[in-house]
């Protein structure tokens, strides 16, 4: 039991120093690729009792939704920047109408990165469009479960910003088991029927 703990807690550690190492080198652009292999790596370190091949794994999912998944962040990125410039000119003009759209538009930011990350890791789809559908839908009907992800932001944000950076090389880690903890029970109905119709169509 604590040796098979402490197999898993150093698979966390490796996936960290992954992502780290991936999105340092890409300038923080390959972040959202790296992410999504993040998660499709924790998952499979929690779900299965087995050895997980951390960098094999890693590797696979990086490769395999690369630029789709950068595009993402990329675009995220950009959304980001224009709600943080809508909110400094709701403070600066005093428009109240403003200041509540940056507020919800940054809370709809903040669930749909926590998300989509972790689903785009694990389902997989022909359209994209379907895809974010589907994050937006069901990051806004689980509202109990986004308080608990958005606490788990907040603690990695203030762990690496407020009490030392050196965190880092944990923190990326703990995130991501953290936000698959939370979002596996909400998921899994969905990852079970997604798997059994693939099956099926590979049956027809």
Do not use: C
Request: glycine content about 4%; overall charge neutral; aromatic content about 18%.
């Amino acid at each position: 039991m604590l040796k098979t703990f402490y197999k898993k807690a150093m698979d966390i550690v490796f996936v960290n120093f992954l992502w780290i190492f991936t999105s340092l080198f890409g300038i923080l652009l390959t972040a959202g690729a790296a992410t999504s292999a993040l998660f499709k790596v924790i998952y499979l370190i929690i779900e299965k009792d087995e050895p997980t091949s951390v960098f094999l794994e890693f590797k696979k999912e990086f490769i395999d939704d690369f630029w789709k998944n950068t595009l993402v962040w990329l675009v995220l990125l950009i959304l980001l920047a224009s709600i943080y410039f809508m909110y400094i000119t709701s403070l600066t003009n005093g428009n109240d109408i403003l200041l509540i759209l940056s507020i919800v538009g940054i809370y709809q930011w903040i669930i749909f990165f926590i998300y989509y990350f972790p689903i785009v890791a694990l389902f997989k789809t022909k359209r994209q469009i379907d895809m974010i559908k589907n994050v937006i839908l069901i990051s806004n009907t689980n509202l109990w479960i986004n308080f608990k992800v958005i606490g788990s932001l907040a603690f990695i944000v203030i762990l690496i910003m407020y009490i030392h950076p050196v965190f880092l090389v944990i923190a990326i880690g703990i995130y991501g088991y953290l936000i698959t903890y939370h979002l596996r029970k909400i998921l899994r109905p969905y990852y079970e029927q997604w798997k059994f119709n693939e099956l099926e169509e590979e049956s027809t």
